[in-house]
């Protein structure tokens, strides 16, 4: 019996430490599985690309740009006012593609905004070169050494035919080189977030030119993370066929990380918004993360090149590529999955270990919430659905324990009687097991069932956009933040702030006491050392998930609550039987 009730002990205080080390532990260190590092096939074999004019960018196939001093850095707006720019307007974007380097560097999100108080300013995701926290895509050309041609760049000015960027409405920009190649670049934008930027050169040169497509994401500092395990923000990608994730502090230390691909995409997650590079899916393409520094201050890159473009005088040749910037929104990923043929978009959401019960919940809790109009009853509805699938198993649990329970004052005299024979306690003890038919083993499946779908509840609530700043009822606004009231300053009238482990909230001190009341209904261990562990369990959860999001304590107090009902009936039918 006692090692019966260690595994249970065991199994409990594993949960109570898996979730404060997830929820507390910085990101793990690189580990020998990092993705190893693949060259990328030189443009021109035997041959060196010629170093660019200077500029904010490592052009893939060229050298990495000298290192300078920090400049003063002006700010975002008299950035934008320095060259012309042509507005994008879709019904969920805002912001212009410069004209100098034509480069998408400055994009809004205008269904979300920075914070849940009305009046917050719309989502900022990408700014341009010059800003503090410059952050932009690129497209453009690049050649082996030796050809003389001059090529648009960070720097080259673009000639726009359109007033104005929207969907169904593009605008192109044009280039000559002035030595018989002229350049197009052709944007366009759906009603989302997905740019199509097509590139063609016209070739009068009288000479024929070979030039390898490229694209690239630029970004200026090392971001503020969440800093958990459990969540990956940084560069990422779905390359041949493999998803590879690297963290801003892996790259710094390992250098870059070059991969062949055919297909798939490469781009920067934050927790909620990606920016991601999608080349040409039947083309093979030469992939990097890479990181320098430009003006003294960090700087990530993700690209690709694409396969030599050989133009003989007088052709033409045209690249297709697009361009996604915004919110990592489920159906949508997985629609431009579907609809455009790119490999597991929604990999860029991080599903984590269970993504086998992670999606599904989230799609459960989707239609839930079409049903009700609130996340909250959405969460109150899949734990419902949750507990009449497991209803059997858990059925067959509480049975047992609740045996377990009617026999503990015949355990406790054996415990007296044979308190010097071990061996004949545990022979008189499974006696009576047999004779009650009780199981001590059978009350430890509810809580390693319940494991997985704790954290795949988890997982949906922290990672998934659909749920930032989704409202509950009274004081919970957000589900995907912890509960704001405090109780150890009763709610605001001491004039005193916690620290932010000891800020308890409403709800979590609701889910410790519903698993007190539920702790009561189980057997106590007959251990006094493990019993008295046992009671300070719900006083420990109370506190650790304190810090969690409001919606994951909603759920676990309700789930609670559903199982001391289910525990009370089966107790009754079992009392009256006997």
């Excluded at 975002?76 to 006012?81: M, P």
């Excluded at 593609?97 to 917050?120: F, P």
């Excluded at 760049?153 to 726009?160: E, I, L, R, Y």
């Excluded at 700043?469 to 957000?478: E, L, M, Q, T």
Aim: glycine share 8%; aromatic share 12%; hydrophobic share 45%.
């Amino acid at each position: 019996m006692g090692e019966q009730k260690n595994i249970v002990i065991a199994v409990v205080l594993s949960v109570a430490i898996l979730v404060a080390w997830e929820f507390f532990q910085p990101p793990a260190p690189p580990s020998a599985e990092t993705p190893a590092v693949t060259e990328a096939a030189a443009p021109d074999a035997g041959a060196t690309t010629p170093a660019l004019p200077t500029t904010d960018v490592v052009v893939p196939g060229t050298p990495e740009p000298a290192q300078a001093v920090a400049p003063v850095v002006p700010q975002r707006d008299l950035v934008l006012a320095q060259v012309k720019r042509v507005p994008i307007a879709t019904p969920r974007l805002k912001g212009s593609i410069s004209t100098k380097g034509g480069r998408v560097d400055d994009v809004s999100l205008v269904n979300y905004q920075t914070e849940l108080a009305e009046g917050s300013p719309d989502v900022t995701l990408l700014s341009p070169s010059g800003t503090e926290n410059a952050y932009y895509a690129e497209f453009g050309w690049t050649a082996a050494a030796g050809q003389g041609q001059t090529l648009p760049n960070g720097d080259t000015v673009w000639a726009s035919s359109g007033a104005e960027l929207k969907p169904g409405q593009p605008v192109v920009l044009t280039w000559d080189n002035g030595q018989g190649l002229r350049f197009t670049r052709t944007f366009e934008v759906d009603e989302n977030y997905m740019f199509t930027v097509t590139q063609r050169v016209d070739n009068t040169s009288g000479k024929e030119v070979t030039l390898f497509p490229y694209g690239l994401i630029s970004r200026s500092n090392t971001p503020e993370v969440s800093g958990l395990y459990i969540l990956h923000e940084g560069p990422l990608g779905v390359l041949d066929g493999s998803l590879k994730e690297v963290d801003y502090d892996q790259l710094q230390k390992d250098g870059p990380i070059k991969t062949p691909s055919k297909g798939g995409w490469i781009g920067i997650t934050d927790k909620y918004w990606l920016t991601a590079l999608v080349p040409d899916q039947a083309a093979q393409v030469n992939t990097s993360f890479f990181y320098h520094q430009v003006d003294g201050k960090d700087r990530y890159q993700t690209d690709y090149m694409g396969e030599a473009k050989t133009i003989p005088s007088g052709q033409s040749a045209q690249v297709g590529n697009r361009f996604f910037a915004g919110a990592k929104e489920v159906n949508l990923l997985d629609a431009y999955t579907e609809n455009l043929n790119i490999d597991r978009m929604d990999l860029a959401i991080d599903f984590g270990w269970f993504y086998f019960l992670t999606k599904p919940f989230f799609h459960a809790l989707r239609w839930f919430h079409g049903v009700f109009g609130n996340f909250g009853l959405a969460i109150l509805a899949l734990t419902v659905l949750v507990k009449l699938a497991l209803f059997p198993l858990a059925n067959k649990s509480y049975k047992a324990m609740s045996k377990m329970k009617k026999i503990q004052p015949q355990m406790k005299k054996l415990q007296e009687r044979f308190k010097d024979d071990k061996t004949r306690l545990n022979q008189e003890m499974m006696d009576l097991y047999k004779k009650e038919g009780a199981n001590p083993a059978a009350g430890c499946l509810p809580i390693f069932v319940q494991i997985p779908v704790f954290f795949a509840l988890y997982k949906v609530l922290f990672v998934t956009i659909e749920m930032r700043h989704a409202p509950f009822y009274g004081w919970i606004k957000d589900l995907s933040a912890p509960d704001p009231t405090t109780v150890l300053n009763l709610f605001g009238l001491i004039p005193w702030t916690p620290p932010a482990f000891l800020a308890i909230g409403i709800w979590p001190v609701i889910m410790g006491l519903t698993m007190w009341v539920q702790q009561k209904l189980n057997p106590a261990p007959t251990d006094p050392v493990q019993a008295s562990m046992m009671k300070y369990l719900p006083l420990i959860f109370t506190f650790i998930l304190g810090a969690f999001p409001a919606g994951l304590v909603i759920y676990w107090a309700w789930n609670n609550s559903l199982s001391i009902l289910q525990q009370w009936w089966i107790m009754r039918s079992t009392a009256d039987k006997a």
